[in-house]
């Protein structure tokens, strides 16, 4: 009540029920005009057809249609440049109503941001980067420091390490060579077996090569 109180005395309204209240207007004066425009011109067109039709045989009556006609042309031209202006407003009123909504989305996200960041400032951010990047490189060193310390009075001369690394090498590499030498060869039992035949028929025909050799001397 208080709200209509307001409006009708010229109180501020919400801008965008306004807007869609006009919006609906527009759009039902539009859906007025359409429905004109279409009982117009079926007037048009039935005055065309009586022109016509009395085109030859009552040319009076055939005049007043097509002046009757004429009118009506100039009248539906009116309502045509009625309805594109309403529609502009309505394309206007859409527009107009789209950009103020998304000022207000882009407003809560910038008051949005503003609570998010609160008092923090980029002097801020430089120095706690620099804090970290500090306390970074102590850890390393102090990683370092500990590190360093497990030969700490140690002698170690670099040329004897690399000879005893050398000589390792050397003592696998001989392990591994010796190891190869007795490896025993594996032979397929086929073949084996094949060999033990072809041997025992190669004695054979010595045997008998042997008695042959035997039986000429005899004689």
Do not use: C, W
Not at 127 to 153: F, K
């Amino acid at each position: 009540m208080m709200a209509g109180f307001m409006s009708y005395f010229g109180g501020r309204r919400d801008a965008k029920q306004s807007s869609r209240d006009a919006i609906v207007t527009l759009r039902q004066q539009l859906q007025m005009l359409e429905k004109k425009e279409e009982h117009l011109q079926k007037r048009i067109d039935e005055d065309l057809k009586k022109a016509k039709a009395n085109a030859v045989t009552n040319k009076a009556v055939a005049t007043v249609a097509l002046k009757a006609k004429k009118a009506k042309e100039i009248e539906m031209e009116r309502l045509q440049g009625t309805r594109f202006q309403l529609e502009m407003q309505i394309n206007t009123l859409e527009s107009a109503s789209f950009n103020a909504e998304t000022m207000a989305a882009m407003k809560k996200a910038s008051s949005a941001l503003k609570d998010i960041h609160g008092k923090l400032t980029i002097d801020k951010v430089d120095t706690t980067m620099a804090d970290i990047q500090e306390q970074t490189q102590l850890a390393n060193e102090v990683s370092e420091a500990i590190s360093s310390q497990g030969y700490a009075g140690i002698d170690i001369d670099d040329e004897e390490l690399k000879q005893e690394l050398a000589d390792l090498e050397q003592d696998e590499l001989n392990e591994r060579l010796a190891g190869a030498e007795h490896v025993p060869i594996h032979h397929p039992a086929g073949a084996s077996r094949y060999e033990d035949k072809a041997k025992q028929t190669e004695e054979d025909d010595e045997a008998v090569q042997l008695k042959e050799l035997q039986a000429a001397l005899a004689m």
